[in-house]
T-cell receptor, first 113, second 116 residues
Framework: QQKVQQSPESLSVPEGGMASLNCTSS?????YFWWYRQHSGEGPKALM?????GDKKEGRFTAHLNKASLHVSLHIRDSQPSDSALYFC?????????????FGTGTSLLVDP | GALVYQYPRRTICKSGTSMRMECQAV??????VAWYRQSPQKTFELIAL?????????EQNFTQEKFPISHPNLSFSSMTVLNAYLEDRGLYLC????????????FGPGTRLTVL
């Protein structure tokens, strides 16, 4: 069973809209979280990291972490067609930050122009 | 900037043969390199983690005998898929990290392996 589950599996939003992606872990050893984006034919690229409870904003992207519930979310405002890609939540254990990532199941985002 | 290159981008091999893939880090020191396989269904499996001056650690279901890895310096790593079969097909990704300067892993574009 996957230790990091994402929802929804796929998501379609209109250009300019808000996309909300969710990630839940079943392993309390995971303390550090990243959001990666993968465009077709490319490797994943880190969008942002979040290690503390609360919100973290970088441009149009806002991540939220609730360690008690092991829930991480990513919100993309003013979505652009170029945001269409696979989005992965990735988690790492304490003391192992960034070395070994456990990836989630992925969300496919389509932004309709 | 930090970039990771992987060679080849695509490869086809006959069932039972082997193929080698390479990973090159540019612009940073790859003090740790993780090799992953992304399935056709897009899920990731960690194969092994290689850290400079430490032994290479393989995940369950992956062995050195099947996926030997070399990490001879801070910019290069290679992995071979020995005796490849259909279940080995997928996109092999190299994720490299510079402990001192970056928290994230930088990924290459992957090597797509097709087994006939």
């Amino acid at each position: 069973q996957q230790k990091v589950q994402q929802s929804p599996e796929s998501l379609s939003v209109p250009e300019g809209g808000m996309a909300s992606l969710n990630c839940t872990s079943s392993d309390r050893n995971f303390q550090y979280f990243w959001w990666y984006r993968q465009h077709s034919g490319e490797g994943p690229k880190a969008l942002m990291s979040i290690f503390s409870d609360g919100d973290k904003k970088e441009g149009r992207f806002t991540a939220h972490l609730n360690k008690a519930s092991l829930h991480v979310s990513l919100h993309i405002r003013d979505s652009q067609p170029s945001d269409s890609a696979l989005y992965f939540c990735a988690a790492s254990e304490r003391g192992n930050m960034g070395y070994k990532l456990t990836f989630g199941t992925g969300t496919s985002l389509l932004v309709d122009p | 900037g930090a970039l990771v290159y992987q060679y080849p981008r695509r490869t086809i091999c006959k069932s039972g043969t082997s193929m080698r893939m390479e990973c090159q880090a540019v612009g940073f020191q790859a003090t740790s390199v993780a090799w992953y396989r992304q399935s056709p269904q897009k899920t990731f499996e960690l194969i092994a983690l290689s850290t400079v001056n430490s032994a290479i650690k393989y995940e369950q279901n992956f062995t050195q005998e099947k996926f030997p890895i070399s990490h001879p310096n801070l910019s290069f790593s290679s992995m071979t898929v020995l005796n490849a079969y259909l279940e080995d097909r997928g996109l092999y990704l190299c994720g490299a990290r510079d402990w001192q300067n970056y928290a994230e892993q930088f990924f290459g574009p992957g090597t797509r392996l097709t087994v006939l």
